[in-house]
């Protein structure tokens, strides 16, 4: 199947801890994203990498950083995880003529 | 810069009503526009764009460059419409590359 996929899907971890999402996409796309959605649902943009080339970073903060070994795969490590980081993080990959496709989310709890 | 505007965060119409989810973009150029839904736990995905001119689940939506808008219609709303609506503009950048900026959602709720 030709889609995007992140791991874990859920993700329970405490206070201070370090932890990473994986993501990959098969489609060929150049443009990898990072996307935050909270409790309200509102969908904040973290990064985009091009060519694997750090492109936006929409004041994250540098407890986040995205890491993309190839143009298929754009992990997000997070260190010393806060509470306020709990939300669900959808990796997504876009090429230049067409529509963004997301991946399924990874849903963060942070205890 | 570019920037998309969704200014309802919820909106409720009874089933059978007409649906108007409002987006409104900054951008100087000819930009893309979308529109993706997300239904109840489920990813993100694509529901229609500008240039297609299609419709998609009986939903339309139109560019109306003088008003900067692309507001998403649908004549008579069905419950399985009630999701979360995202607009998103996709549009190139003086670094040569594309951009996409989504808006913040309208989350529809459609009443029985």
């Known amino acids: 199947d030709t889609a995007v996929s992140q791991t874990p899907k859920y993700l329970v971890t405490q206070m201070g801890n370090d932890k990473s999402i994986k993501c990959e996409q098969n489609?060929?796309?150049?443009?990898m994203y990072w996307y935050k959605q909270d409790s309200k649902k509102f969908l904040k943009i973290m990064f985009s990498?091009?060519?694997?080339?750090?492109?936006i970073n929409e004041t994250v903060p540098n407890r986040f950083s995205p890491k993309s070994p190839d143009k298929a795969h754009l992990n997000l490590h997070i260190n010393s995880l806060e509470l306020g980081d709990s939300a669900v993080y959808f990796c997504?990959?876009?090429?230049?003529?067409?529509?963004?496709?997301f991946g399924p989310g990874t849903r963060l709890t942070v205890t | 810069a570019q920037r998309v505007t969704q200014p309802e965060k919820l909106l409720s119409v009874f089933k059978g009503a007409p649906v108007e989810l409002k987006c409104n973009y900054s951008?100087?150029?000819?930009?893309?526009l979308f529109w993706y839904v997300q239904y109840s736990r489920q990813r993100l995905q694509l529901l229609l764009r500008?240039?297609s001119r299609e419709s998609i689940k009986g939903f339309t939506a139109d560019l109306n460059k003088g008003e900067t808008s692309f507001h998403l219609k649908k004549p008579f709303a069905q419950e399985e419409d009630s999701a979360m609506y995202y607009c998103?503009?996709?549009?190139?950048?003086?670094?040569?590359?594309?951009?996409?900026?989504f808006g913040t959602g309208t989350k529809l709720q459609v009443i029985p």
């Open positions: 997504a990959s876009s090429q230049e003529s067409g529509g963004t496709s």
């Open positions: 489609l060929g796309h150049d443009t």
């Open positions: 990498y091009n060519n694997k080339e750090l492109i």
């Open positions: 951008y100087s150029g000819s930009p893309e």
């Open positions: 500008h240039i």
């Open positions: 998103a503009l996709k549009a190139g950048t003086s670094g040569g590359y594309q951009k996409v900026t």
